[in-house]
């Protein structure tokens, strides 16, 4: 299901995670980092707005730089 989800929303990912390294976590019948696999679906319902409930509207956005 995680990677399922995280692999649909690949594009989202992609100024931070390589889409290859993507397919190659999730590529096996079972996850060896699964904690990776969580923060990555995390991350992606995050980026995509699909996070349950509305979002706090009386906090700063949170902004993240990418490293270079």
């Known amino acids: 299901m995680l990677g399922g989800f995280v692999l649909e929303h690949a594009d989202a990912l992609a100024p931070i995670v390589r889409p290859d390294k993507l397919r190659e976590i999730f590529a096996g019948p079972v996850v060896k980092q699964p904690s990776l696999a969580w923060n990555l679906y ?27």
């Not at 319902?45 to 699909?50: F, H, N, V």
């Open 42 to 68: 995390t991350v992606a319902a995050m980026l995509t707005g699909l996070y349950p409930g509305p979002a706090p509207k009386d906090l700063d956005p949170v902004r993240v730089p990418v490293p270079v």
